[in-house]
């Protein structure tokens, strides 16, 4: 079986602060991961994936990611946040088809 | 390039109606995938359809079927409405329907049902 993990459903964190969002992966294979933002009333948003070339993925919005095989991870991270950026965050991945993992709501306080 | 656009984007039914949504792709794309997002389930696929095939299906009742024209633009129809099928329905749409391959999403929409 597949599937994605995020490990928190909310994360707080002040403006121009580090975020930190996690997520964790199951699979038998090298999966394909991805991060997307949802804002309100909006659909999904791609912010970065990772199909198996460089670990360290670069993003929109300044956010990156970087893929641990030996973590079984994905977490999604950006230097400083910006009150633009609470929104819904979404990990995503697997091997033949793609599954959502339950998001993880980020409130950035001023 | 115009966007995946979603109509309509609100509706509102009652239980044992049924109703169909539409999803028009960007140009080009000939993959649909049809999401499901409630707040106790989360994001759950229901269904993709390339090149006017279902390609690979979610794990959905019957009641929720689906079709692609030639066009390349897709409609999702979800029949007996039940309370529980309240929720955003995304669609998203990709070149090839390649796992590597971005999918862009529509902005939904949002069914209620009374």
């Known amino acids: 079986a597949q599937s994605v993990t995020q490990l928190d459903s909310h994360v707080s964190v002040s403006e121009g602060t580090p975020v930190l969002l996690r997520c964790n992966y199951s699979?038998?294979?090298?999966?394909?991961l991805f991060w997307y933002v949802q804002h309100p009333n909006k659909g999904l948003q791609l912010l970065l994936k990772?199909?198996?070339?460089?670990?360290l993925v670069k993003g929109i919005n300044g956010f990156e990611a970087e893929f641990k095989k030996s973590e079984t991870s994905f977490h999604l991270t950006k230097p400083s946040a910006h009150m633009s950026d609470a929104a819904e965050y979404f990990c995503?991945?697997?091997?033949?088809?793609?599954?959502f993992g339950t998001g993880t709501k980020l409130q950035v306080i001023p | 390039k115009a966007g995946v656009t979603q109509t309509p984007r609100y509706l509102i039914k009652t239980r044992g109606q049924q109703v169909t949504l539409s999803c028009s792709p960007i140009?080009?794309?000939?993959?649909v995938s049809w999401y499901q997002q409630t707040p106790g389930q989360g994001l759950q696929f229901l269904f993709e359809?390339?090149?006017?095939?279902?390609?690979n299906k979610g794990n959905f009742p019957g009641r929720f079927s689906g079709r692609q024209f030639s066009n390349s633009r897709s409609e999702m129809n979800v029949s007996t409405l039940e309370l529980g099928d309240s929720a955003l329905y995304l669609c998203?749409?990709?070149?090839?329907?390649?796992?590597?391959?971005?999918?862009?999403f529509g902005p939904g929409t949002r069914l209620l049902v009374l």
């Open positions: 995503a991945g697997g091997y033949q088809k793609v599954t």
């Open positions: 359809y390339f090149s006017e095939t279902q390609r």
């Open positions: 998203a749409s990709s070149l090839e329907g390649g796992l590597k391959e971005t999918q862009y």
């Open positions: 699979s038998s294979y090298s999966p394909s």
């Open positions: 990772y199909t198996s070339a460089a670990t």
């Open positions: 140009s080009g794309h000939r993959s």
